[in-house]
Structures are given as structure tokens and as C-alpha cells.
């Protein structure tokens, strides 16, 4: 499914991440107030079994959600949470791989990651949002905001519970999942996870398993100013109603809410929702285990959306810092492998954009796009390999004479664009980084969404500008929990 998450958030402006759930509503000045007994009948998921059992199955996401009851966390958690050597256990059962993706160990498997988290009343925060680089060969990871709480079950310990995604590496399937685990000043149980729903029409699985894990108490830098930003964040995110609430909000409208969604199998169906006069109207958030407890925080990926909003704001920003001609630079001269290929004289950064460079193989609907030449940029990794397979398309047409759908010709405008930041800018100018801090932050958009993917599953490397930024969660209700 190529969610529609990235525009979304952009064309929302300050409406910023979005959400579903309760499970992270709150007021910004209470950070997340607890005022239950902490009487919680809970069976599944006790302290016993996080701090000595194994996990044999996935369980009802129920078990990782707020429970209605719960207190106030007593402990507060400010660290590093290490997971290491998560392929030695765990359980996988594919539900949907015709292509055998599960045939690679390290596709059944968490990958080993490092997290600094700082706690702000009963939320767990990430100090990094977004897209995170494991260096596993099947899976990047993305955390969202969790919470904290107790139970009186748990023996003074806190519980904690993080919402997670599985990014594909060099691509943008997600798998959304869950954590928990328990913890105190000086202890800490293991680490329970699930993952029970996607965004993945071809490869769908659920994995599970129990790790052991360690949890530095070093100081997280800046831990202060990661707290203050979530509290404005959370004083600007949208309010949120269930979606059959705006029939009852605009009677008149004749609105049938059952039309949304309709015509999508229940069981493929991630989240859907409608956004009218200021408020945020949000479906559920199914898995195969039940709701997923925090809708807020689930991470969709965008397809075309992504591509299209991150080239087309990209060169309104830099028409706007060095004037429209911008758009009428050719691609040649910024794309070094392009300088000498007679296919690409003539060709401006508007021309790319538009899908429309005159050099393709065939002007069938979607036919390059699902062609052998782009089956090789998909898994080429490196920078130099991309962009050599997106310049050897043959010249067909003149330029902007015809329009073929081709995610390669997007990746090019947006490296020409880069090269053109850097000449202004200089050397060490990032044109996703520029769009970030001079745009999507201005805007609202929230950290979610200032991480791209990149060549090389890199940091360093360039951002595609093709498949998919890390994505976007959803506004987030203000109602309290």
C-alpha cells in the first residue's frame, strides 16, 4: 500500500503528526498525568514473564497499551536502551512472500539498535525521530513516542511500552510493531516485541520474541530541549475525533461515514482518516492482534506523494533563495555522470520534475517504472550505481514533449538540485537538510518526517528524492488519556 502520509503532513502545515489513539492525548501542560489506582488485572505480559520468560507467540496488542488504571510512572527513564544480538532468538510466521524475503535470516529478526530516551511526565521519547540506520542488511528502525506507567503488579518496577517501525533498507515497506519492558534506577527486565501489521502488500509477516537488553543511565545530550520540543509539539498537533463523529458534527451534510475505507479488504487496511474545518477525523488502526494502541504513532510510507512534495517544495525553496531560472538549469550541469551524454543535452531540472525528460524506453503506462532497467536502480545502493542506471535510459522524445512515469527521473532532478544548493552553499549544503530547517520546520511538520532515505543506507549518502522520506504519523488527538 503506498499510503498518502508525506503530503499529507505537508499540505496539513502546522496540523503535524497525525494520530488516532487516546493512547496519546494529553494537554501540554500535564505531559501525560496519571491518576489511576494502578489495580490492573493483567495475565498476559506480567513481571514474571518479562523478567524470566520467553515469548512463543504474538499476543493481543492490548498487553502493550495504557491501561485505564494506570499511575503515575514512579521511576524516570533518561538513557540509552542497547538491543544486541537479536537474531540469536525470536519467533516469524509469514502470512504473505511469494518472493521467499523470509528466506534471509536477518529478514525474521530484529536488528540490533541503540536508543536514547528521555522521559517527560508519563511519555517516552526517542531523542531521535524517524528513520534510524541499523547497518542490518534487512532493517532499519524507526521509534515513536511511548509511554510509562505502573502497576501494582509490577513490584515497583515502571513499565514502559514504545511503538515501533521496520523500514526495509533502501526502500520504504513498514512493519509496525511494539515494545515493552520494565524498568527502575537500577534494573531492568527484557524486552518483549510484536509485529503484527504493514504496509506492505507483498511481504506480510508477524514476528515476536523476548531479548535481553542493557540500559545506560548516561545523561542523553540536550535531554531538556528534547522535552521542551515535545511539549510543543503536543500544544500544536490537531484534535481528533473518531471518523462516525463528523456525521454528527455537520448533520446537515448528509455525510455516510462507511464510505471511507470502503472498497479496501478490512485485513490490508492500515488507518484511514479525513481532515474538515480544523479537526482530525481518524478511522482504526487494525492489526492481526487487535488495535494497535498507539494509532498516533503508527508510521506509513509515501510512494508518489513523497517524491512529488519533497523535488516540487525543494525547488520552490530555491527559486525563492535564487530565483525561478533555477528550475531551467539543466541536469548536466549539476549531475557530473551526466556531462558528455548526448541523451541528457538539453534537459532542465523542470523537465525531470515533470517526468518528461525524452529519454525512456517505452511511453506505455507505467512500462519503464515496472521494467527491468528500474528493477535495477530500486536495489542499487550506492549513489554512482543509481545514478548511472537512471541516465542510461535512451533518448526517445525532446524534452518536455512526454510525459512517462519514472521514479528515476525524480531521483535525478532532486541530485541536480543538490548540485545546485551546493553552489550556492557550498560543498557540505544538503538539499533535504534544506528543506528541513527552511521549510518543513517553519511549517510544523514534526521530527517524523526530517529523516530521508538516502544512497549508500547512509547518513552521508544522497537523499533520494524517489520511493519514500521516512514517513509520517498521524495528527494526535488532545483529548486526555
Request: charge should be negative; hydrophobic fraction near 40%; charged fraction near 15%.
Amino acid at each position: 500500500m503506498r499510503a498518502l502520509r508525506w503530503f499529507t503532513a505537508l499540505a496539513l502545515g502546522a496540523g503535524l503528526m497525525m494520530g488516532a489513539s487516546p493512547a496519546l492525548a494529553d494537554t501540554p501542560s500535564d505531559f501525560g498525568e496519571l491518576t489511576g489506582s494502578g489495580v490492573v488485572p493483567r495475565t498476559v505480559l506480567t513481571a514474571a514473564q518479562l523478567n524470566g520468560g520467553t515469548a512463543s507467540a504474538t499476543v493481543a496488542n492490548s498487553a502493550f497499551a495504557l491501561p485505564a488504571q494506570a499511575a503515575h510512572p514512579v521511576h524516570s527513564l533518561e538513557g540509552t536502551l542497547t538491543v544486541g544480538n537479536a537474531t540469536a532468538s525470536g519467533g516469524f510466521s509469514a502470512v504473505k512472500d511469494p518472493h521467499g524475503y523470509a528466506s534471509s535470516t536477518a529478514v525474521r529478526h530484529l536488528p540490533d539498535f541503540s536508543a536514547a530516551l528521555v522521559q517527560h511526565g508519563s511519555y517516552l521519547i526517542p531523542a531521535e525521530r524517524g528513520l534510524r540506520i541499523t547497518g542490518s542488511t534487512a532493517w532499519n528502525i524507526a521509534l515513536g513516542v511511548g509511554r510509562a506507567w505502573q502497576e501494582n503488579g509490577d513490584g515497583g518496577l515502571t513499565r514502559a511500552a514504545l511503538p515501533f517501525s521496520l523500514i526495509e533498507r533502501n526502500a520504504n515497506w513498514v512493519h509496525n510493531g511494539l515494545m515493552t519492558f520494565l524498568f527502575s534506577d537500577s534494573q531492568i527486565s527484557g524486552l518483549r516485541y510484536q509485529v503484527t501489521s504493514e504496509t506492505c502488500e507483498y511481504f506480510q509477516f508477524d514476528m515476536w520474541g523476548q531479548l535481553p537488553v542493557a540500559l545506560d543511565r548516561t545523561a542523553v545530550p540536550d535531554a531538556s530541549g528534547i522535552r521542551s520540543a515535545f511539549a510543543a509539539e503536543l500544544g500544536v498537533r490537531l484534535p481528533t475525533k473518531p471518523i462516525a463523529q463528523l456525521a454528527t458534527d455537520h448533520p446537515a451534510a448528509g455525510i455516510d461515514t462507511s464510505a471511507f475505507g470502503a472498497g479496501i479488504t478490512p485485513a490490508a487496511r492500515t488507518h484511514f482518516g479525513f481532515v474538515y474545518d480544523g479537526v482530525n477525523y481518524v478511522g482504526g488502526c487494525p492489526t492481526r492482534q487487535g488495535e494497535h494502541p498507539y494509532c498516533s504513532e503508527v508510521l506509513l510510507p509515501s510512494y508518489s506523494t513523497a517524491k512529488s512534495a519533497f523535488g516540487t517544495l525543494a525547488l520552490l525553496r530555491l527559486a525563492q533563495k535564487y530565483g525561478p531560472g533555477v528550475a531551467d538549469e539543466l541536469i548536466q550541469s549539476h549531475v557530473p555522470a551526466a556531462a558528455g551524454n548526448p541523451a541528457w543535452n538539453g534537459v532542465a531540472i523542470r523537465h525531470a520534475l515533470d517526468m518528461a525528460t525524452g529519454n525512456y524506453d517505452s511511453a506505455a503506462y507505467e512500462a519503464d517504472e515496472a521494467g527491468s532497467r528500474m528493477n535495477s536502480f530500486f536495489l542499487a545502493e550506492s549513489e554512482s550505481q543509481k545514478t548511472s542506471i537512471a541516465l542510461s535510459f535512451p533518448r526517445r522524445s525532446a524534452p518536455g514533449a512526454q510525459w512517462v512515469y519514472q521514479t528515476s527521473a525524480t531521483y535525478l532532478a532532486v541530485q541536480a538540485m543538490d548540485g545546485v544548493l551546493r553552489s550556492h552553499e557550498g560543498a557540505s549544503a544538503d538539499l533535504f537538510r534544506m528543506l528541513v530547517d527552511e521549510v518543513l520546520i517553519p511549517a510544523g511538520v514534526g521530527p517524523d518526517s526530517w529523516k530521508s532515505l538516502r544512497t549508500g543506507n547512509s547518513e552521508a549518502g544522497a537523499a533520494f528524492g524517489a520511493t519514500a522520506c521516512s514517513g509520517h504519523r498521524m495528527p494526535s488527538p488532545r483529548s486526555r488519556s
